[in-house]
């Protein structure tokens, strides 16, 4: 068993359910809110470190199609938090290479943080290094409806045949289009479950389930991950 990691064998994308602000608030003894703040701080530690280490594509899951059912305040605080991150994280990452993108229906989120969301993507829209993926008012159960809604629109107005549906169309319908399928899957706070997260994508993703709250998750915890990953036998169902 390896216990350092092998910078030949990095992921190309890796994907975070990033559980347990609330959590480590309360067992902090502070606001929930500020659970959620110090939750937004690690994300700038862990693009940094996938940078470093050569991640091609980074995806966390930042706000669910299903989170809308949360108090009103709480689900006020996390919209003025995408205003705050545009501000204070997009610089930085901007000048470090990395490119943020969107997973999900942005089109209902206050003016605001709409506006600050698509500033970010238009900032780093030409930057390569990596693909920052933000899940955003996301839920991959609407995700492939809207694809199949899309490819059913595109085959009535013959941009399609029947015949040339498959795996890879349907990939190509997806907000992932264009990047790998997640080689892993990180969920912190001790959960072991996707919360309908990157159901398609998933299919032969290796999962990482730790007790770390993720404020807690530190690019030492993320090392971890890989070196886990890096343990592991991709068999693909070939043995």
């Known amino acids: 068993m390896n216990d350092t990691i092998d910078m030949r064998r990095i992921p190309?994308?890796?994907?975070?359910i990033m559980d347990g602000n609330r959590r480590w608030a309360k067992r902090n003894n502070k606001n929930k809110m500020l659970g959620h703040r110090e939750g937004m701080l690690r994300i700038r530690e862990i693009v940094e470190e996938?940078?470093?280490?050569?991640?091609?594509?980074?995806?966390?899951?930042?706000?669910?199609?299903?989170?809308?059912?949360?108090?009103?305040?709480?689900?006020?605080?996390l919209m003025n938090l995408l205003i705050e991150f545009s501000k204070t994280m997009i610089k930085p990452l901007d000048e470090a290479g990395v490119k943020v993108n969107i997973f999900g229906d942005i089109s209902e989120l206050p003016e605001r943080s709409r506006t600050s969301v698509l500033k970010a993507i238009e900032r780093t829209s030409n930057n390569e290094k990596l693909n920052f993926n933000i899940a955003l008012n996301y839920g991959s159960k609407t995700e492939i409806a809207r694809a199949v809604r899309n490819i059913a629109r595109d085959a009535k107005e013959c941009k399609l045949e029947i015949d040339d549906i498959n795996e890879d169309l349907i990939g190509s319908y997806l907000y992932s289009?264009?990047?790998?399928?997640?080689?892993?899957?990180?969920?912190?706070?001790?959960?072991?479950?996707?919360?309908?997260?990157?159901?398609?994508?998933?299919?032969?993703?290796?999962?990482?389930f730790t007790d770390v709250l993720w404020p807690d998750f530190t690019a030492d915890e993320l090392n971890k991950a890989i070196i886990e990953y890096q343990n592991r036998n991709r068999r693909y169902g070939k043995e």
């Open 12 to 16: 190309h994308h890796i994907a975070i």
């Open 50 to 77: 996938c940078v470093k280490l050569g991640v091609k594509s980074l995806t966390v899951y930042a706000f669910s199609t299903e989170n809308w059912g949360r108090e009103k305040d709480e689900v006020g605080y």
């Open 177 to 208: 289009k264009d990047q790998e399928d997640p080689d892993m899957i990180i969920r912190t706070s001790g959960e072991q479950r996707l919360s309908n997260f990157l159901l398609y994508q998933a299919a032969y993703s290796e999962f990482y």
